[in-house]
């Protein structure tokens, strides 16, 4: 007869289910590619975040950059009006171009020949007054500084002939060299060529 120990033993091995000895090994293997799958789904996330940050700040500055282009460059690289630079030198170009003509060049047989001749005026400066465009077409009002070369002759023509006081070019053709810095309103004219602007007249402002 058995022992009551050895009994007991007996019978509660009877209540206890056999555990299957491969059990562990799959919990352990199921619980490993879980970890693993969280793992790679958390890097994931956080590399999709900085590229989509990085694209979304790629999109505002290609906008940034569009919106830029239009306010520099209209009509495809257009000037919207003339530049400071290209309205100074037409005006020392205009100055310059104003001249004394000797006795005998003014008695030639050419009377549509343009004039030889020596500047009359030497370019000092100008200021911009007002600059007006409309489609093609810009008209700027400039303040032009200007000082006589010593000289004379029989007349003085071109350029800013027309803004000379009669009495100021009598003295100069006389050789009484007008002195002191002297000032000329001119209304200038542009019209647009391809890309640019182009000086087509030069004239007196209306009086204000």
């Given at each position: 007869m058995?022992?009551?120990?050895?009994?007991?033993?007996?019978?509660?091995?009877?209540?206890?289910?056999?555990?299957?000895?491969?059990?562990?090994?799959?919990?352990?293997?199921?619980?490993a590619?879980?970890?693993?799958?969280?793992?790679?789904?958390a890097?994931?996330?956080?590399?999709?975040?900085?590229?989509?940050?990085?694209?979304?700040?790629?999109?505002?500055?290609?906008?940034?950059?569009?919106?830029?282009?239009?306010?520099?460059?209209?009509?495809?690289?257009?000037?919207?009006?003339?530049?400071?630079?290209?309205?100074?030198?037409?005006?020392?170009a205009?100055?310059?171009?104003?001249?004394?003509?000797p006795?005998?060049?003014?008695?030639?047989?050419?009377?549509?020949?343009?004039?030889?001749?020596?500047?009359?005026?030497?370019?000092?400066?100008?200021?911009?007054?007002?600059?007006?465009?409309?489609?093609?077409?810009?008209?700027?009002?400039?303040?032009?500084?200007?000082?006589?070369?010593?000289?004379?002759?029989?007349?003085?023509?071109?350029?800013l002939?027309?803004?000379i006081?009669p009495?100021q070019?009598?003295a100069?053709?006389?050789?009484?060299?007008?002195?002191g810095?002297?000032?000329?309103?001119?209304?200038?004219?542009?019209?647009?060529r391809?890309?640019?602007?182009?000086?087509?007249?030069f004239?007196r402002p209306?009086?204000?």
């Amino acid at each position: 007869m058995l022992g009551t120990d050895r009994f007991c033993v007996l019978l509660l091995r009877s209540q206890i289910p056999p555990m299957r000895t491969d059990q562990p090994r799959i919990n352990i293997r199921r619980a490993a590619l879980i970890f693993f799958a969280a793992i790679i789904t958390a890097s994931c996330s956080e590399k999709s975040a900085p590229d989509q940050t990085k694209d979304s700040n790629t999109s505002e500055g290609l906008h940034e950059l569009v919106r830029e282009s239009e306010v520099e460059t209209p009509e495809g690289g257009a000037e919207p009006q003339p530049g400071k630079d290209e309205i100074e030198e037409d005006c020392a170009a205009f100055v310059r171009s104003t001249k004394v003509v000797p006795a005998r060049a003014a008695a030639t047989d050419c009377p549509g020949c343009p004039a030889g001749g020596t500047a009359v005026l030497a370019f000092r400066g100008m200021k911009t007054d007002v600059i007006s465009c409309s489609g093609d077409t810009c008209t700027v009002v400039v303040t032009i500084r200007a000082v006589f070369n010593p000289g004379s002759g029989e007349t003085v023509t071109g350029g800013l002939t027309a803004w000379i006081p009669p009495e100021q070019r009598n003295a100069y053709l006389s050789a009484h060299t007008p002195s002191g810095e002297q000032a000329y309103r001119v209304r200038i004219t542009y019209k647009r060529r391809g890309a640019g602007w182009r000086a087509i007249e030069f004239d007196r402002p209306p009086v204000e």
